[in-house]
């Protein structure tokens, strides 16, 4: 089970895994899916992509809405979720160990700084 104090975090929802200096995993908060509702298609990006912060790299439809999920951080993807395709509800059942959706490679070290950690997220949801 991932530990949520470990990671760090967007106002936008996502959740970023730094697994080591240059390469994370990225997916979207539980509150996120809560808002979403039932999900029922993902598409991803392919292998081998560069992102920047806050490009676009996914789509994830609902049964309420369609969500654009943008990068919290710069690199290249290294690894998508490909099960998510097929099994798209994963995201609502466990969106922070099998409902990941992406893994990037940074050229440096991965910045943290502008991104939030736990405590700080809790403290942003509850002024929503």
């Known amino acids: 089970m991932t530990d ?3 990671l760090f975090y967007t106002k936008e929802h996502e959740w970023v895994e730094v697994i080591n200096d240059d390469y994370v995993r990225i997916g979207i908060t539980e509150y996120a899916v809560e808002q979403l509702g039932d999900i029922v298609f993902v598409e991803l990006p392919e292998v081998g992509t560069d992102l920047s912060e806050e490009d676009e790299f996914a789509t994830v439809e609902s049964v309420k ?3 654009e999920i943008y990068a919290p951080v710069d690199g290249s993807v290294a690894k998508v979720n490909s099960s998510l ?3 798209p509800e994963k995201m609502n059942e466990s969106p922070y160990e099998e409902g990941w959706l992406i893994e990037l490679q940074s050229k440096d070290a991965v910045d943290t700084s502008d991104l939030l950690d736990e405590k700080a997220y809790q403290d942003y ?3 929503l």
């Open 4 to 6: 949520t104090a470990k």
């Open 65 to 67: 809405s369609t969500s």
């Open 85 to 87: 395709e097929d099994e």
């Open 125 to 127: 949801l509850d002024t």
